[in-house]
T-cell receptor, first 115, second 114 residues
């Protein structure tokens, strides 16, 4: 149980375009979803926290107009990188917590490359 | 105060050895300390976690030692195997709720030599 999926697993886009990443909790309802970014050989950095039906809370230094987060249902959150630039290339990972326990279950990640 | 300091940055151990990864924190509000294992190109997976009311927790070959007064905790991997080669992250969280943020350490790249 407690499986989180992400789609796509990898994406390449051109500079200036937007790309959407989906995060789904497959077998539980996610009260809260978190979005992280991880650069090569570095740790995970929390970007934002979202709850179903409400606006996401962004960490300091994260541009909310660039990284749009929508938590449309208890099983789906999306991260849209708008007007992507090469410096946005990174590994994006989501996690989710359910109602029965408070563990964060992580998705497999999405590798974004902006050319 | 929100940092979790992790060492070493990398570690090479022979098969069967006991790698030890250390972490330290400052924020006394932290009361949940998970360890995550991450393989290349994958998301992190929870390995083992501890609350500060116990000094040690063991799950299979993995043991967490926790020193509340020193604000330090460590991961020991018994009888290490090549399949344990991965990056390990310690973490801390100020509370155990559905919205609790996790603060990650910088990570330790562990390599187990056959």
């Amino acid at each position: 149980g407690a499986v989180v999926s992400q789609h796509p697993s990898w994406v390449i886009c051109k500079s200036g375009t937007s790309v959407k990443i989906e995060c789904r909790s497959l077998d539980f309802q996610a009260t809260t979803m978190f979005w992280y970014r991880q650069f090569p050989k570095q740790s995970l950095m929390l970007m934002a926290t979202s709850n179903e039906g409400s606006k996401a809370t962004y960490e300091q230094g994260v541009e909310k107009d660039k990284f749009l987060i929508n938590h449309a249902s208890l099983t789906l959150s999306t991260l849209t990188v708008t007007s992507a630039h090469p410096e946005d290339s990174s590994f994006y990972i989501c996690s989710a917590t359910g109602t029965s326990d408070y563990e964060q279950y992580f998705g497999p990640g999405t590798r974004l490359t902006v050319t | 105060q929100q940092q979790v300091k992790q060492s070493p940055q990398s570690l090479i151990v022979q098969k069967g050895g006991i790698p030890i990864i250390n972490c330290a924190y400052e924020n006394t509000a932290f009361d949940y300390f998970p360890w995550y294992q991450q393989f290349p190109g994958k998301g992190p997976a929870l390995l083992i976690a501890i609350r500060p009311d116990v000094s040690e927790k063991k799950e299979g070959r993995f043991t967490i030692s926790f020193n509340k007064s020193a604000k330090q905790f460590s991961l020991h991997i018994m009888d290490s195997q090549p399949g344990d080669s991965a990056t390990y992250f310690c973490a801390a969280s100020p509370g155990y709720s559905s919205a609790s943020k996790i603060i990650f350490g910088s990570g330790t790249r562990l390599s187990i030599r056959p």
